[in-house]
């Protein structure tokens, strides 16, 4: 069976496993305050060029993004998302589990723009009754969207102006931001996303790492209170130094875009092989994550040798399904399902 369900199914890095093996019987102290944490921290700055910033390393996504909205929304606030948006659609209502309301906007490709959040906080704040509402305290965007489009730079520099206009910082969820920033057609760099969010993570999970996220806050005063917060969350590792070692790796030699750049380029041949084959897409992704529409049949017949993630049923009865590579999808791999089509 060929799998292409998701792009966090392998294991990690094999330089991962080697540095985590070189330093196993390493003592160290815990949560994030070793040495190895210190210096991928300096490495995350640097990439973004951003010495000021503050970094912190985190389990996975959804407790990322939960511990990243309590700490920049207060008790009467919410956090503007597309309706689409992974902290809208896929994470069980983990922001409003934790006392926050999302509050959605239509989606366009997965995407919002500028406009319509400039929209939305003119009609919230022109209503005479605003106070009665829950008011929006962060712009949430997530680079690349669940449709695997990603924002231009253009895009997210008028988002940034909008958000911070109305006193909002940007919040950018970067679960998959190696595959956003390798992406075909990609104008926005790592240091322009640092640049114009407040808050950003770097995705360690979903791009070679065993798991864990790099949260940036590009902002250090947001930052206050935010160590508490993970512990609060349960988002606190006490072997901290096991995501240090993990982003201290992917980071260095530029390992990080290099494996997300992989998974582009097998991504791209398989969507040129879908097109060939006369498969319709669903949308022009130009990301790890292709988006396929199939009937029952066709369906069926692939399913029964490739595994893939269902999105969506159309009204004419047809599926959209995804199918996604990360950075270790074998190129062979690839092949065979281009075969079965």
């Known amino acids: 069976m060929l799998h292409f369900d998701s792009d966090y199914m392998e294991g990690a890095h094999p330089a991962i496993l080697e540095r985590l093996m070189e330093t196993n019987f390493d003592q160290t102290p815990g949560y994030g305050t070793d040495a190895y944490c210190e210096r991928a921290r300096a490495l995350v700055r640097k990439a973004c060029d951003c010495p000021e910033a503050e970094v912190f390393f985190l389990v996975g996504g959804t407790q990322t ?23 809208a659609s896929h994470e069980a209502g983990a922001i409003e589990a934790g006392g926050h309301k999302v509050l959605c906007l239509p989606h366009t490709l997965g995407k919002i723009d500028a406009a ?16 009665h509402m829950v ?63 407040d808050v950003f993570y770097l995705g360690g999970t979903k791009v070679g790492a065993l798991f864990g996220e790099a949260v940036v806050f590009t ?17 606190l590792l ?11 790796t992917l980071l260095a030699e530029n390992r990080y875009l290099e494996i997300s750049q992989h998974a582009i380029d097998l991504a791209m041949k398989l969507k040129q092989a879908f097109v060939d084959a006369g498969y319709e897409l669903y949308i022009d992704s ?3 994550q292709q988006f396929v529409v199939l009937d029952e049949a066709t369906k069926q017949r692939i399913g029964a040798h490739a595994s893939f993630g269902f999105w969506e049923t159309l009204e004419d009865g047809r ?13 062979e791999s690839v092949d065979e399902l281009i075969g079965l089509l």
């Not at 929304?73 to 956090?79: E, S, V």
């Not at 988002?159 to 190696?178: C, V």
């Not at 902002?219 to 988002?235: C, D, N, R, S, V």
């Not at 599926?319 to 190129?331: C, G, H, L, M, P």
Request: proline share 3%; charged share 20%.
């Open 135 to 197: 008011a929006p305290g962060a712009v949430y965007i997530s680079h690349p969207t669940e449709y695997g489009t990603i924002y231009s730079l253009a895009e997210l520099e008028a988002l940034s102006d909008t958000a911070h206009a109305f006193g909002l910082p940007l919040f950018l969820d970067g679960a998959r931001l190696g595959y956003g920033l390798t992406a075909e057609g990609a104008d926005a760099t790592l240091e322009d996303i640092a640049r114009l969010s």
């Open 238 to 248: 006490a072997k901290g130094r096991m995501l240090g070692i993990q982003f201290e």
């Open 116 to 131: 319509a959040v400039r929209a939305w906080c003119e009609t919230f704040f022109g209503d005479e009754n605003h106070e």
């Open 319 to 331: 599926t959209v399904v995804r199918f996604a590579t990360s950075w270790a999808t074998r190129e």
């Open 219 to 235: 902002k250090p005063e947001l930052a206050k209170g935010f160590f508490t917060l993970m512990k609060q969350h349960g988002a």
């Open 65 to 87: 993004n939960a511990t990243i909205v309590d700490a920049l929304l207060g008790r009467t606030q919410g956090i503007i998302a597309a309706d689409t948006g992974h902290i």
């Open 286 to 288: 130009p990301t790890n």
